[in-house]
């Protein structure tokens, strides 16, 4: 049993409060003295119990208590030294052994005891506990809410909790307190050190990668060698950004296509696949390479095209949907040798993801290459390695050291800070001859245009053109700029070296960033060929929240360990419409006519449709036949597999398709029928408007709250609301009982994006600056990639209308088609 002894806060007589522990159970006894000449003895006892009810027990009772308790603890109270002298005299009196002690006063008030007190609170001592607590409250009172890790850094060096607290309150550059952690370089294993020039590889490639400077392997790619590399085992290799996992594709890739075989290199996005492109061209002279991303081109004078070229090459670069395109259509890509899937963890995502799994089944089965697959953030590798069938190469670490900072800062002062930090970091010169330059994310196009503009620093998003966005890679790896502003999609995009990562914010559009792309986003920081060290900056507003979240718990969670699963097979994600689209694509490659071999694919699959299922609403809508125990896809079927249109709109499609021939269809117009199945979303309230308004509503035009507010305007100036009563008429106008919630908006402003490119002969940028007369902001890049996808529903149109003997029809949507794809031809 533990004694605890401390005054009381009573200001009648000098009373202590005697307080025994044992385990979980407390009892108090508080005790009055009084002095017998030299010998202060207790003039009375008070028992007090949890319910508070007291009652008197003898000073002997006391006494015994104390001489068989383990330790006594007693409390120095500073209102005056002489009451510890009075307790001190009557425990020596009795020969009861003590030790003079500092309770955090904190916790005293509360009835709880802590010794732990080398912290200060109005000259109070406190426990750490208490001084986080109080620190908190003062923070939360003027600013907002703090991690605990740089309240605890700031308590501990300056151990008084306001001088903590007035350090915080100016808080403006990375220091010891901002720091959560440094991930350290990775200290290389004594492995045999390969150089290139011993490889068992072809000469030419050897000078290539020379050449170009590499003339040993690191160690992550040693492993990958050890792995089987060239011996054409499957790999899963995990690295991080910049740590050289694309070489370990090219080493037997680009070997294999020497000796016959192709080599084809896959990635996310057509930007992505045309900067690979132009990389393989200039390091492998000796090849042809080609590219295939897949898509419709819109022709314009201002955007660079990037053109399909022939597959008769020996790498092909591409996008997933460009060469499974391929597949489909039933084309003879190989003999393949290697296939790397770069960004392989784009299985995980529920749009693409089980089109991804799709694929790699597809070619798997087809020409059996050996597979490298390629990411930078997977949270389960062990796991994914063995649904892919791929030995895993793992490399948690970085070839250079990362600082991780968190500095809380408002809203309106982050631009100041942000230009304050890229100033710093420029100003550093690496080891290597290079000055630190940074990559600023953000969570819109509009932001990003801000920000750039407003600390001198080059903006890049995919709404801008193809042209322009490429001028700004090549100025920032020129060195031309200190810093790009871009947004968080950027993540899992086009490669650019920094030394610095901000993030202005923790969100990608209007959702919260998951782990994996917040550590896909970190790991651009720092790259070996130029940096010492990499730092990454977070600004945390202290009072942002979103989604029923503050932005302080979302960052705990991304910082705490753990990357984000991904599943293979995503089950969940997937429906009946793309279940019954990825058996077609099968059939319509030629791959089986086979039902056992369906029932093989569909189990590794993983579809929760039973096959039957599938194949009775394939059979039932002519997309295939059963004939001779073979199941062969229609000329029907195959059109809607080369078009990724999913059997169950293609249904509805050749409903129209049919309808129209007979006149009993009032939206049978294949443009209508195209604006319907994928209208025009990414629309901008122009600055003029969204200035007004942006506290009640969303910058997004078609958002809930947006619509509802511009239906019923209210508390703005009389030119805002003329300018909101012109765009409501023009666009948001109808006489549907839902009105302004029922699409017609967005296919209103969708007809008319089309009517000034066809009519009008317009290029996207010339749209884009048309549309600001109304009030609206829409991206020049993101009219050009949707005018691409109405192209290609149009094609997938005109390729079913044809498949159906529809002639005229498909001539009638042909013509459209090339009228939007070249309105000067």
């Keep these: 049993m533990e004694v605890k002894v401390s005054r009381t806060p009573r200001k009648r007589k000098k009373e202590y409060k005697f307080t025994f522990s044992l385990g979980s159970t407390q009892e108090e006894v508080l005790v009055t003295f009084d002095s017998k000449g030299e010998r202060p003895y207790p003039s009375k006892c008070v028992l007090r119990d949890p319910t508070g009810r007291e009652k008197l027990v003898s000073p002997k009772k006391l006494i015994k208590a104390l001489k068989e308790s383990k330790k006594v603890l007693i409390s120095l109270d500073e209102r005056t030294s002489s009451d510890a002298d009075e307790v001190k005299s009557f425990l020596r009196n009795f020969q009861i052994k003590f030790e003079e002690v500092t309770f955090c006063t904190s916790c ?48 501990k060096k300056n151990k008084e ?51 170009w400077g590499i003339n040993e392997l690191n160690e992550m790619q040693t492993k990958a060698l050890n792995s089987g590399l060239l011996e054409g085992r499957n790999l899963l290799v995990v690295s991080p950004t910049g740590s050289g996992k694309t070489l370990i594709a090219e080493i037997p890739g680009v070997t294999r296509a020497l000796n016959g075989e192709k080599f084809i290199y896959l990635t996310p996005l057509v930007a992505l696949a045309n900067q690979k ?40 670069v591409g996008t997933y949907e460009g060469i499974d395109y391929l597949l489909r259509k039933g084309r003879e890509i190989g003999p393949i040798g290697v296939v790397a899937i770069d960004e392989v963890h784009n299985l995980g995502d529920e749009e693409r993801g089980w089109r991804i799994r799709g694929l790699i089944e597809r070619l798997k089965r087809k020409y059996d290459p050996q597979f490298i697959f390629l990411s930078a953030t997977v949270g389960n590798p062990e796991e994914l390695s063995e649904e892919l069938g791929a030995t895993l190469v793992l490399d948690e670490e970085r070839p250079v050291p990362i600082e991780i900072h968190v500095i809380p800062v ?45 600390i001198m620093a080059l903006p890049y998003h995919s709404g801008m053109p193809y042209s322009k966005r490429r001028a700004m890679e090549l100025a ?103 279940e019954s689209e990825e058996i077609l694509a099968f059939l319509s490659s030629g791959i089986t006519k086979s039902y056992e071999d369906l029932i093989e694919i569909h189990r590794e699959l993983e579809f929760p ?91 997004r035009l078609f958002s ?76 020049s890049g993101d009219v050009f990639n949707w005018l691409e996808e109405i192209l290609h529903l149009l094609h997938g149109i005109e390729r079913i209308s044809e498949a159906l003997g529809e002639i005229k029809y498909s001539k009638i949507t042909r013509e459209i088609r090339k009228r939007i794809e070249d309105p000067w031809g």
């Design 108 to 155: 005293l008030q509360k009835g709880e005891y802590k010794t732990e007190t080398s912290y200060f609170f109005e000259g109070k001592p406190v426990c750490m506990k208490c001084a986080i607590e109080e620190l908190k409250r003062l923070l939360k009172e003027r600013i907002g809410d703090f991690p605990d890790f740089i309240l605890e850094k700031a308590i």
């Design 161 to 211: 909790v306001r001088k903590a607290f007035l350090e915080l309150v100016e808080i403006s550059e990375p220091n010891e307190i901002t720091v959560f952690r440094t991930i350290q370089e990775k200290k290389p294993k004594k492995l045999d050190r390969i150089e290139v020039s011993s490889l068992k590889i072809p000469n030419k490639i050897k000078e290539s990668l020379i050449r």
């Design 277 to 316: 492109y132009e990389e393989f061209k200039d390091k492998y002279p000796f090849l042809k390479v080609g590219i295939r991303v897949g898509v419709d081109r819109l022709k314009t004078k201002e955007y660079v095209e990037i053109r399909d070229t022939s597959i008769d090459c020996h790498v092909i």
């Design 410 to 454: 408002s809203g309106k002062r982050k631009i100041g800070l942000i230009s304050k930090l890229v100033e710093r970091e420029s100003r550093e010169i690496s080891t290597k001859g290079y000055r630190g330059k940074t990559i600023v994310f953000t969570n819109s196009r509009r932001k990003v245009e801000e920000i750039s503009q407003k």
């Design 476 to 578: 920032f790896n020129r060195g031309k700029a200190k810093a790009i502003v871009t947004t968080a999609a950027l993540g899992s995009g086009v490669d650019f070296p920094a030394s610095q990562v901000i993030f202005e914010s923790l969100t990608m559009g209007n959702k919260w960033l998951t782990k994996a792309e917040f550590y896909q986003m970190l790991g651009r920081a720092g790259r070996p060929s130029y940096h010492d060290r990499g730092r990454v900056v977070i600004l945390l507003d202290p009072k942002g929240s979103f989604m029923g979240s503050s932005e302080k718990e979302v960052l705990e969670e991304l910082l705490s360990p753990g990357v984000d699963r991904i599943e293979p097979n995503p089950i969940i994600s997937v429906d009946f419409k793309k």
């Design 609 to 699: 449709s039973t096959l039957g299922k599938i194949l009775s609403f394939l059979l039932e809508d002519d997309l295939v036949r059963y004939s001779n125990g073979e199941i062969k896809v229609t000329r029907y079927g195959k059109a809607v597999s080369e078009s990724f249109i999913d059997p169950v709109t293609s249904r509805e499609i050749k409903r129209r398709i049919l309808s129209s021939r007979r006149g009993r269809c009032d939206k049978c117009d294949p443009l209508e029928m195209a604006i319907e199945l994928k209208p025009f979303t990414n629309a901008y309230l122009g600055e003029d408007i969204y200035s007004e308004i942006k506290d009640k509503v969303s910058v």
């Design 704 to 779: 809930g709250t947006t619509l509802e507010f511009l239906s019923r305007p209210r508390g703005v100036n009389k030119g805002t609301l003329r300018k909101i009563s012109r765009l409501v008429q023009k666009y948001l106008s109808c006489n549907c009982k839902d009105s302004p919630f029922c699409g017609c908006g967005e296919l209103k402003l969708s007809m008319e994006i089309v009517r000034k490119r066809i009519d009008d002969k317009l290029d996207p940028s010339q749209i884009s600056k048309e549309f600001e007369e109304d009030g609206l902001l829409l991206y």
